[in-house]
């Protein structure tokens, strides 16, 4: 099994910055893509930002220039870098990661941390 602990959340006025982490731990080979994905109330789980095992990133169109996704292997850990937030950033955060198995590969959500965005 796949541990993920997330931190990094909180409140924050908007124009302020917020940093998420989340780190993988358990019996696994390696972990593969990572990434976050947020839950506004009333709204659907979207994706926020995916990252590979080599780097290579993506970031949603209504992030870009403000949020940067990061991870370091050594440590399995994930990380969201959010800058000049805004009010509709308000929403629970999840990361999510894709982990080699010894029998296949499985994927694997954080508990959720809150970011709210005061305006």
């Known amino acids: 099994q796949v541990q993920l602990v997330e931190s990094g959340g909180g409140l924050v006025q908007a124009g302020g910055s917020l940093r998420l982490s989340c780190a993988a731990s358990?019996?696994?080979?390696?972990?593969?893509?990572m990434g976050w994905y947020r839950q506004a109330p009333g709204k659907q789980r979207e994706l926020v930002a995916t990252i590979t095992n080599g780097g290579s990133t993506n970031h949603a169109d209504s992030v870009k220039g403000r949020f940067t996704i990061s991870r370091d292997n050594a440590k399995n850990t994930v990380y969201l870098q959010m800058n000049s937030l805004k009010p509709e950033d308000t929403a629970v955060y999840y990361c999510?990661?894709?982990?080699?198995?010894?029998?296949?590969?499985?994927?694997?959500w954080g508990q959720g941390t809150q970011v709210t965005v005061s305006s």
């Open positions: 999510n990661v894709e982990a080699r198995l010894l029998f296949g590969t499985n994927s694997y």
């Open positions: 358990g019996r696994f080979l390696s972990i593969r893509a």
